[in-house]
């Protein structure tokens, strides 16, 4: 895959999983859900250099994506229809992570 495929395949997940996303090349080059700061589940797409599968010779690099996710806090004395809405942000989270993790994104680039 090219790395803008691998981009559009997370934009088109984060979508399917109810959320929207975001880009910004300041933070990072892959997509991330839109409003981060006030959703109740963390889901971080980060691309990773892979040394072993990089032909420096060619000058081609290799990334691979690893994609993490986390409850955030929620504190105070929410009500039963705030904890609802977590509960089902962080479902719907859990499963945009197990379905990239499932897809083993990966790409290369040529210098």
């Known amino acids: 895959m ?12 984060i979508r399917m999983n109810g959320f929207q996303p975001e880009m910004d090349e300041r933070f990072s080059p892959m997509p991330f859900l839109k409003g981060e700061s006030d959703l109740y589940i963390a889901v971080s797409i980060r691309e990773r250099l892979d040394f072993a599968n990089c032909d420096f010779e ?14 955030r806090k929620m504190g105070g004395n929410p009500t039963p229809e705030e904890l609802l809405d977590a509960a089902d942000q962080i479902r719907r989270g859990a499963e945009l992570a197990r379905n990239l993790q499932g897809m083993d994104l990966a790409y290369t680039e040529e210098a």
Do not use: C, L, P
């Not at 060619?58 to 409850?71: H, L, Q, R």
């Open 2 to 13: 090219t790395k803008n495929e691998v981009i559009q395949a997370i934009k088109d997940e």
């Open 58 to 71: 060619k000058k081609v690099a290799a990334y691979t994506v690893d994609v993490k996710a986390s409850v």
